[in-house]
């Protein structure tokens, strides 16, 4: 017993009564609802700590690596449009195909060939050769593609595989994203890296949002697959009625409640098997090597480590539980919204969740991750009760800064955020659980 940390289990018990307050106070639907995006948000936040805390890399394009999480889970969840297929999807492919083979093709002219003049200008001329016979078979592909149904399909869609399928697979694409970052920007000092991260993420959201033969653009794709039951099946389920009038609850209710129960019991699985691989990791002699790197990479050098190769190591892992987090996300949403990838939400909020839980410490990037997306959820119902009920209380109906004040009290979670951030830099810089 000598072991337990009780002031952490207290924090954690902290989040847990903040949890049952709002279900008893608000609504058990929307508790669970923050416990499960709190779920994603601690796996998110794994994913960072593991870039920052363990090795210092400042990725700021985590929102990218969270939308091809997403992406990932409408190529493998989602079932073929066969008549998309027909019209261009071999020519597609062999678009796709024509693109890689061109960069390829260039990577491997700059390399054989001796610097001079030449390299350059075979390198120059294979890109432009390539470019051109891409875009003559990736356009006519792309506009045959978009063509059918555009309002309900318009692109290739999936592989109709299990959506579970997909977690794994949104780690691999964000892993394959943060490789080719890496192998361009870790080599060169830490702000390029930030800049290179912030222009990847940026790209992979523009792609998303106007590539529709991928996944719809702007126009989303709803009705990914669910792996939990359906609401309406359960309500017709005779053990499911059975079990609502055991507990006396009404069974369209009790069936939202039991929906995110389920979404819940899977993520606490990946949660926990992640908390699990990364203390194990942190503790490894990789783990303390990765620390020392961390602290100093000119001892670290001097050593015989390879600190570039480490740090590519450590970023693909990291954004490899980042993007598993994104396809989670959009598995729990049931369809993917190109627009609602916003920095705001998915870098800065990230950040604080790591910065505020402590890091270097998978614990606190968890307990920062439920905390953090507990409070970006509950401060504007808070603070529009405090505007209404306390602020603005002894001012006039008609008052124009009373309107003023309730109005603005939709913002308190951007203020918040802030305040609560300042304040944890200045008291508590090492966070709540602070590496050991």
């Given at each position: 017993?000598s ?9 954690f018990?902290l989040v ?6 709002t ?12 416990l499960?995006m709190?779920?994603?948000s ?8 593991i ?6 890399l ?15 889970a ?8 066969n008549?998309a ?18 960069i ?8 054989r ?10 390198m120059?001329?294979?890109?432009i ?18 063509a ?9 869609g ?17 892993a ?6 890496g ?8 702000d ?17 949002k ?5 996944a719809?653009?702007?126009?989303n ?10 609401e309406?099946d ?24 039991f ?14 098997l ?12 990789w783990?303390?090597m ?7 990479e000119?001892?670290?050098?001097a ?6 190769r480490?740090?590519l ?26 627009s ?6 998915f ?9 505020v ?5 998978n614990?606190g ?8 997306w ?11 009760w405090?505007m ?6 002894g001012?006039?109906?008609?008052s124009?800064?009373?309107d ?24 508590n810089?090492r ?6």
């Amino acid at each position: 017993m000598s072991g337990i940390n009780y002031r952490n289990v207290a924090l954690f018990g902290l989040v847990a009564v903040l949890l049952i307050i709002t279900g008893m106070v608000q609504s058990w639907n929307t508790a669970l609802g923050i416990l499960n995006m709190g779920l994603i948000s601690a796996v998110m936040a794994l994913g960072v700590n593991i870039q920052w805390g363990y090795a210092g890399l400042f990725n700021v394009g985590v929102v990218g690596f969270t939308a091809l999480g997403g992406l990932a889970a409408v190529l493998v969840s989602m079932p073929p449009v066969n008549e998309a297929w027909a019209a261009g999807g071999a020519r597609m492919m062999l678009a796709l195909a024509i693109g890689v083979a061109t960069i390829a093709a260039a990577v491997l002219a700059w390399t054989r060939l001796p610097r001079g003049a030449l390299r350059v200008v075979v390198m120059i001329a294979v890109l432009i050769v390539g470019f051109i016979l891409y875009r003559a078979v990736f356009d006519p592909a792309r506009d045959a593609i978009e063509a059918v149904n555009p309002s309900a399909t318009g692109y290739l869609g999936g592989l109709g595989l299990p959506v579970v399928l997909a977690w794994p697979v949104g780690g691999l694409l964000a892993a394959g994203a943060a490789w080719i970052v890496g192998k361009t920007a870790l080599g060169l000092r830490s702000d390029y890296l930030a800049i290179a991260t912030l222009g990847i993420a940026e790209i992979i959201i523009a792609i998303l949002k106007n590539e529709d033969w991928l996944a719809r653009g702007v126009k989303n794709v709803n009705g990914l697959p669910r792996p939990v039951p359906y609401e309406v099946d359960l309500q017709a389920a005779p053990w499911f009625l059975d079990l609502a009038e055991r507990f006396g609850a009404d069974p369209v209710s009790f069936s939202t409640i039991f929906v995110k129960l389920c979404y819940a019991g899977l993520f606490t699985v990946v949660l926990l098997l992640l908390i699990w691989l990364t203390q194990m990791a942190l503790n490894s002699p990789w783990g303390r090597m990765m620390r020392a790197i961390r602290d100093n990479e000119v001892s670290s050098e001097a050593m015989g480590k390879d600190v570039t190769r480490r740090h590519l190591q450590v970023f693909v892992l990291g954004s490899a539980v980042v993007g598993l987090a994104g396809a989670m996300m959009t598995t729990l949403d049931g369809q993917l919204v190109p627009s609602t990838y916003h920095p705001l939400r998915f870098t800065f909020l990230v950040w604080v969740m790591v910065i505020v839980g402590g890091s270097g410490n998978n614990w606190g990037a968890v307990l920062g991750g439920f905390l953090i997306w507990w409070l970006w959820i509950m401060v504007e119902p808070i603070g529009h009760w405090l505007m209404v009920n306390v602020i603005t209380a002894g001012m006039a109906e008609d008052s124009a800064l009373r309107d003023h004040l309730i109005g603005s009290a939709a913002q308190m979670r951007l203020l918040t955020m802030g305040v609560f951030l300042l304040l944890m830099l200045r008291f508590n810089p090492r966070g709540l659980i602070p590496e050991r």
